[in-house]
């Protein structure tokens, strides 16, 4: 399958600091990039879906101010938590697709982010 | 009514056994179907994708999709205790853009 990567694995930063995650498509173009969050013991969240060139489309909930995302070039996407706070720590997993909604979605590993 | 349900188990399994997961959504229209392997810590990793109705089979793993009873089914053969995992169906709608996952089923495969 195509490989996904992710910067940093892991992250402490202090609150109130901000954090940029990477994530990159390593062996494919991806048009679509998908950023979740997880929770210990819960289910997947959808924070927001992005075009490569184009503003990201954030889920009901999820502030775009505090969340920026970036999606410069068909093998990059980030995400940056503004103003972190311990409430923001959780594990955040980016994913891509090549194409359209039938094509498959790969995940990075995800980055680790623990606020102090 | 959540869009894409999964029991959420544990599915116990003995070593070598057949482990069969369920899954049922309920947007009609859907057109792709895809289950993930989540390991405890670790991010999802895709094992099958399907999108017509019938069997497909890839190594020990075969997925099931009925459209019109609006389920899709993994089986696991031969059961090892490197399955035991967390096992997410996704689901795409006909007009969505993104995917739609269940809860998960965990799986315990028992030597």
């Known amino acids: 399958g195509a490989v996904v990567s992710q910067h940093p694995s892991w992250v402490i930063c202090k609150s109130g600091t901000s954090v940029k995650i990477e994530c990159r498509s390593l062996?494919?173009?991806?048009?679509?990039m998908f950023w979740y969050r997880q929770f210990p013991k819960q289910s997947l969240m959808l924070m927001a879906t992005s075009n490569e060139g184009s503003k990201a489309t954030y889920e009901q909930g999820v502030e775009k101010d505090k969340f920026l995302i970036n999606h410069a070039s068909l093998t990059l996407s980030t995400l940056t938590v503004t103003s972190a706070h311990p409430e923001d720590s959780s594990f955040y997993i980016c994913?891509?697709?090549?194409?359209?909604?039938?094509?498959?979605?790969?995940f990075g590993p995800g980055t680790r982010l623990t606020v102090t | 009514q959540k869009e894409v349900e999964q029991n959420s188990g544990p599915l116990s399994v003995p070593e070598g056994a057949i482990a069969s997961l369920n899954c049922t959504y309920s947007d009609r229209g859907s057109q792709s179907f895809f289950w993930y392997r989540q390991y405890s810590g670790k991010s999802p990793e895709l094992i099958m994708s399907i999108y017509s109705n019938g069997d497909k089979e890839d190594g020990r793993f075969t997925a099931q999709l009925n459209k019109a009873s609006q389920y899709v089914s993994l089986l696991i053969r031969d059961s090892q205790p490197s399955d035991s995992a967390t096992y997410l169906c996704?689901?795409?709608?006909?007009?969505?853009?993104?995917?739609?996952f269940g809860g998960g089923t965990r799986v315990l495969v028992k030597p």
């Open positions: 996704a689901v795409n709608a006909f007009a969505g853009n993104k995917l739609t």
């Open positions: 062996d494919f173009q991806a048009t679509t």
């Open positions: 994913s891509a697709r090549e194409g359209g909604p039938s094509y498959e979605q790969y």
